[in-house]
């Protein structure tokens, strides 16, 4: 069984930082990615940013440049520093840690971007 939980989420101006953490526990060591999702109200789940075991980052257009996903060297936690946000960036943000055949969820931070 494995456990994801965030943390790091708040209220923030437009413009600002925020650096989300997620602490895995439980077996991570045969985790193939790990990923940052949002859900902003009345929206779907959308895909933000994601790292595989290997090291490799992909992010969505709409983070690109603003976004950096990351981790330790023990692979745990990961992290998504958030620079520059904006007010459609308000959303809770979810944890994902993909095992190919499963998939596990936190239970989500709020980020408030907003003046």
């Known amino acids: 069984q494995v456990q994801l939980v965030e943390s790091g989420g708040g209220l923030v101006q437009p413009g600002g930082s925020l650096r989300l953490s997620c602490a895995a526990s439980?077996?991570?060591?045969?985790?193939?990615?790990m990923g940052w999702y949002r859900q902003a109200p009345g929206k779907e789940r959308e895909l933000v940013a994601v790292?595989?075991?290997?090291?490799?980052?992909n992010y969505a257009d709409s983070v690109k440049g603003r976004f950096t996903i990351s981790r330790d060297n023990a692979k745990n936690p990961t992290y998504l520093q958030m620079n520059s946000l904006k007010p459609e960036d308000t959303a809770v943000y979810y944890c994902?840690?993909?095992?190919?055949?499963?998939?596990?969820w936190g239970n989500g931070t709020l980020v408030t971007v907003s003046s």
């Open positions: 994902n840690a993909d095992y190919g055949i499963m998939n596990y």
């Open positions: 439980g077996s991570i060591f045969s985790i193939i990615a």
């Open positions: 790292i595989t075991s290997s090291g490799a980052t």
